[in-house]
């Protein structure tokens, strides 16, 4: 064994920040491409003839493998046995093969194909899972969609590898440091795939004046590329971290099916897990409709002379990174003045970039601002657990605040229907709290793992989580469009959907999360699992 030197890789602040950076950046990839269609729900509908329930069916297809083929536990026995590096390029290659795949499925060639006839007439039942009422395709699906969910398939499997591998990436290089700050950081640069997404799906998808849904997934494709590529550094990098620690690629402790039992027998991972998936399925799931829900309940005045040019997008895209770069940096300055100096910035570009969605009258601008109060806090949030704890109490807050916010897009949003600075303002708050929300709980959560379970196996132990969690993201897509279809007339506009329903459900998930998160308090001080305890001792 290599003798390990006294200041490894990882010692290095700039090293370990490198290394995250790297795997954070193919995650803001991959989040991008994840809700590529989201904001073009309406475009779906009116260009390739896809209704909610098939737009819904379609979505929920990225978590079908991982759930019902148990994928993401051969994904997690993977990175157990071959390590975090080879896991991560394995993940990166399974994305980009699944987007191809989308891509083709979404583009004019597939249209009049061969491959179109194909789908038209084989995958109407599938044994068992239509018996089970689980299959991720119907008889009458579009034939696109049916094609497109199968490529969504793929990169689901390659996304939620690259997930746990991230965690298990970041626990490698950050434990017994800045662990819930690194993993803070991590999710906020990935949140701005969000807005990135939200932003420029629609401007591809309508760029020269002439519609064309598969240029948004072309670009979700370019983007795919570059994630493999900063999965393939990471692998050199962390190649030579293990070179000068001689540590082994968790070769050494074979996994064993008795880890599984060892995972499932702890109380509080199974309460951490039932939280995950409730509140995640309040949150990814929307997201897909988000777009929708706000074009049919907001009164957008769509912009007219430099407001409807292609260059103001760019122009707000550009104000949306100031905004992030200046919230996120203020938390890391140890000069008062330049703190609040950037903070100052961060709410002046805010304001400018809310403003030039309103004359934009866009649904998908509006939503953009999702991540950026995320952004702002993460840091804060996952600084306070390394040195406060109190995560089991943070994760209480953030599902008081998701239902908070469905409750109010359900029945304050349509009542400012006809003020269009109203109804923006509210959508504009409720949308920043919720992003505060959904960064109050990741910030909490996944750092909390590694304090449940054993070391060599925390990353089967992410891997049951994320499995769990797929269960949620796959169901609730599926659900939402099947409400939307149930409770709005056959035929209806697709800006024109009632959505009340299936927001209440939302927020009945945001409830559920809440009693979990109560629970697990109670638990945690009964059984010293350490959830409200510092991570830096």
Same mark, same amino acid.
Request: net charge neutral; aromatic share 12%; proline share 3%.
């Given at each position: 064994?290599?003798?390990?030197?006294?200041?490894?890789?990882?010692? +290095?602040?700039?090293?370990?920040?490198?290394?995250?950076?790297?795997?954070?950046?193919?995650? /803001?990839?991959? +989040?991008?491409?994840?809700?590529?269609?989201?904001?073009?729900? =309406?475009?779906?509908?009116?260009?390739?003839?896809? =209704?909610?329930? #098939?737009?819904?069916?379609?979505?929920?297809?990225?978590?079908?493998? @991982?759930?019902?083929?148990?994928?993401?536990?051969?994904?997690?026995?993977?990175?157990?046995?071959?390590?975090?590096?080879?896991?991560?390029?394995?993940?990166?290659?399974?994305?980009?093969?699944? %987007? !191809?795949?989308?891509?083709?499925? !979404?583009?004019?060639?597939?249209?009049?194909?061969?491959?179109?006839?194909?789908?038209?007439?084989?995958?109407? +039942?599938?044994?068992?899972?239509?018996?089970?009422?689980?299959?991720?395709?119907?008889?009458?699906?579009?034939?696109?969609?049916?094609?497109?969910?199968?490529?969504?398939?793929?990169?689901?499997?390659?996304?939620?590898?690259?997930?746990?591998?991230?965690?298990?990436?970041?626990?490698?290089?950050?434990? %017994?440091?800045?662990?819930?700050?690194?993993?803070?950081?991590?999710?906020?640069? #990935?949140?701005?795939?969000?807005?990135?997404?939200?932003?420029?799906?629609?401007?591809?998808?309508?760029?020269?004046?002439?519609?064309?849904?598969?240029?948004?997934?072309? /670009?979700?494709?370019?983007?795919?590329?570059?994630?493999?590529?900063?999965?393939?550094?990471? /692998? /050199?990098?962390?190649?030579?971290?293990?070179?000068?620690?001689?540590?082994?690629?968790?070769?050494?402790?074979?996994?064993?099916?008795?880890?599984?039992?060892?995972?499932?027998?702890?109380?509080?991972?199974?309460?951490?897990?039932?939280?995950?998936?409730?509140?995640?399925?309040?949150?990814?799931?929307?997201?897909?409709?988000?777009?929708?829900?706000?074009?049919?309940?907001?009164?957008?005045?769509?912009?007219?002379?430099?407001?409807?040019?292609?260059?103001?997008?760019?122009?707000?895209?550009? !104000?949306?990174?100031?905004? &992030?770069?200046?919230?996120?940096?203020?938390?890391?300055?140890?000069?008062?003045?330049?703190?609040?100096?950037?903070?100052?910035?961060?709410?002046?570009?805010?304001?400018?970039?809310?403003?030039?969605?309103?004359?934009?009258?866009?649904?998908?601008?509006?939503?953009?601002?999702?991540?950026?109060?995320?952004?702002?806090?993460?840091? *804060?949030?996952?600084?306070?657990?390394?040195?406060?704890?109190?995560?089991?109490?943070?994760?209480?807050?953030?599902?008081?605040?998701? *239902?908070?916010?469905?409750?109010?897009?359900?029945?304050?949003?349509?009542?400012?229907?006809?003020? &269009?600075?109203?109804?923006? !303002?509210?959508?504009?708050?409720?949308?920043?709290?919720?992003?505060?929300?959904?960064?109050?709980?990741?910030?909490?959560?996944?750092?909390?793992?590694?304090?449940?379970?054993?070391?060599?196996?925390?990353?089967?132990?992410?891997?049951?989580?994320?499995?769990?969690?797929?269960?949620?993201?796959?169901?609730?897509?599926? $659900?939402?469009?099947?409400?939307? =279809?149930?409770? @709005?007339?056959?035929?209806?506009?697709?800006?024109?959907? =009632?959505?009340?329903?299936?927001?209440?459900? $939302?927020?009945?998930?945001? #409830?559920?999360?809440?009693?979990?998160?109560?629970?697990?308090?109670?638990?945690?001080?009964?059984?010293?699992?350490?959830?409200?305890?510092?991570?830096?001792?």
């Amino acid at each position: 064994m290599v003798q390990k030197v006294e200041n490894c890789l990882r010692d +290095y602040a700039w090293a370990r920040w490198t290394a995250l950076l790297l795997l954070a950046l193919g995650m /803001f990839c991959c +989040y991008i491409f994840m809700d590529i269609l989201s904001p073009i729900k =309406d475009l779906m509908q009116t260009e390739r003839g896809w =209704d909610s329930t #098939a737009f819904g069916t379609m979505e929920g297809a990225e978590t079908f493998l @991982n759930v019902f083929v148990f994928f993401l536990i051969f994904a997690g026995i993977i990175l157990d046995k071959m390590g975090v590096r080879f896991t991560a390029v394995l993940s990166g290659a399974v994305m980009l093969v699944g %987007g !191809i795949i989308k891509y083709y499925a !979404i583009s004019e060639s597939f249209i009049g194909s061969g491959v179109e006839t194909w789908f038209t007439n084989h995958l109407n +039942y599938i044994p068992l899972f239509d018996e089970l009422g689980v299959s991720p395709f119907y008889e009458g699906m579009p034939a696109s969609a049916k094609c497109a969910a199968v490529g969504f398939m793929i990169f689901g499997c390659g996304c939620e590898m690259a997930g746990i591998t991230v965690s298990r990436g970041i626990v490698k290089w950050f434990k %017994g440091r800045e662990t819930a700050l690194a993993m803070g950081s991590e999710m906020a640069l #990935a949140r701005l795939g969000v807005a990135t997404c939200m932003i420029f799906s629609p401007f591809f998808a309508r760029l020269g004046g002439t519609i064309d849904v598969s240029r948004s997934v072309a /670009f979700g494709v370019v983007l795919l590329c570059i994630a493999l590529i900063m999965f393939i550094v990471y /692998f /050199f990098m962390d190649k030579k971290l293990d070179a000068q620690t001689g540590e082994a690629e968790a070769k050494d402790d074979p996994f064993r099916i008795s880890d599984l039992g060892q995972i499932l027998k702890s109380g509080g991972f199974w309460l951490v897990s039932l939280l995950c998936v409730l509140y995640y399925s309040a949150i990814f799931p929307f997201q897909k409709y988000a777009v929708n829900m706000l074009q049919c309940n907001l009164t957008l005045n769509p912009g007219e002379g430099i407001w409807a040019s292609e260059s103001i997008t760019i122009i707000q895209y550009i !104000i949306m990174l100031v905004v &992030a770069a200046a919230s996120f940096s203020s938390n890391f300055s140890k000069k008062t003045a330049t703190k609040y100096s950037l903070m100052a910035i961060a709410v002046i570009a805010l304001i400018a970039y809310c403003f030039i969605g309103y004359k934009r009258g866009s649904a998908e601008a509006i939503f953009a601002v999702f991540p950026l109060l995320a952004v702002a806090i993460t840091p *804060i949030l996952g600084n306070y657990v390394d040195h406060k704890g109190k995560a089991a109490t943070m994760l209480m807050l953030g599902s008081l605040l998701l *239902i908070a916010c469905h409750l109010i897009f359900a029945f304050i949003l349509p009542l400012c229907k006809g003020s &269009a600075i109203g109804g923006t !303002i509210v959508a504009y708050a409720t949308i920043l709290v919720l992003g505060a929300s959904f960064s109050l709980v990741p910030a909490a959560l996944w750092p909390s793992v590694p304090k449940l379970v054993d070391e060599k196996i925390i990353g089967s132990a992410y891997a049951l989580i994320f499995w769990i969690q797929n269960i949620g993201l796959w169901l609730f897509p599926l $659900l939402i469009g099947k409400v939307l =279809d149930a409770t @709005n007339e056959p035929g209806t506009d697709a800006v024109q959907l =009632d959505y009340t329903w299936a927001l209440v459900m $939302l927020a009945c998930l945001g #409830a559920a999360a809440f009693a979990i998160g109560a629970i697990l308090k109670v638990v945690d001080r009964k059984k010293h699992l350490g959830l409200e305890e510092p991570n830096i001792k």
